[in-house]
């Protein structure tokens, strides 16, 4: 019996040991090897800005990718805060999905939500997904002056009745001149008024007669504001001016 007892065990011994040298024949564990695999647009941003840390915390100046379909960013990064305007920035985006159409320097609020674009890349339909996307967009303003500036004064065409100091209210709205007619220079309409009061919106004229409309204007300036896009301008306004009304 003792000798039977044996014979299994050293013929299970043999089976172990030739198990393991069929399965490890190097006598080496080896760990297993996973793949890993980037997918989407990478692309790297450099220019010089200025203006960013104007901008209240419930906005935030972005490097961001968008679609045809919506206003909100698929992705985006906060553009850096620089001390000294002409420090040249780069950034760089990664895992950009191919859904996304342009890659833009824009203003967003809390939700992501695109209020304005500042400056557009369109991604073309040949772009080869290894090859990292180039962009110098050069020297930029996205402070919220030339913001306002640039998509109100001039996107609205307010220049076409404030294009001169005989204009309409002798109110030049130009895009060279638009800070320098309207920050701490009387209302032309009622010189009580200051046509914006750094710190004061509600008693800043330009802000009541594109809110109110009543100050003894002719036309209606509230009804410029009625489409989707303008619309929070009218809240951008007040908050720069409430914020000192910088250039």
């Known amino acids: 019996m003792k000798i039977n007892i044996l014979k299994q065990l050293v013929l299970v011994i043999i089976c172990t040991c030739t198990l393991a040298v069929t399965s490890c024949d190097d006598g080496l564990i ?31 100046v972005v490097v961001a990718g968008f679609n045809d379909n919506s206003d909100y960013s698929i992705i985006q990064k906060t553009l850096a805060a620089k001390k000294n305007d002409s420090t040249e920035i780069s950034m760089l985006l990664s895992n950009i999905s191919d859904t996304t159409k342009t890659i833009e320097i824009a203003v967003v609020n809390s939700l992501r939500q695109r209020i304005a674009t500042l400056f557009s890349y369109n991604i073309s339909n040949d772009q080869n997904i290894d090859d990292t996307i180039r962009i110098n967009v050069g020297e930029l303003n996205v402070g919220m002056f030339q913001t306002i500036n640039q998509n109100v004064f001039q996107g609205m065409n307010c220049s076409r009745c404030h294009a001169s100091s005989t204009a309409a209210g002798h109110l030049d709205l130009t895009a060279a001149n ?29 802000y009541k007669v594109i809110t109110t409309g009543d100050e003894n204007v002719g036309y209606s300036h509230p009804a410029l504001f009625t489409d989707s896009k303008y619309a929070t301008f009218q809240t951008i306004i007040k908050n720069w001016i409430e914020n000192g009304a910088t250039e």
Request: aromatic residues 16%; proline residues 3%.
């Open 30 to 60: 080896y760990e297993k090897k996973y793949t890993t695999t980037t997918t989407g647009y990478t692309a790297l941003i450099t220019g010089t800005f200025k203006g960013q840390t104007s901008w209240p915390s419930k906005y935030s």
């Open 178 to 206: 638009a800070y320098s007619s309207i920050v701490n220079v009387d209302a032309y309409k009622n010189n009580t008024y200051k046509r914006i009061l750094p710190g004061n919106a509600d008693s800043s004229f330009l």
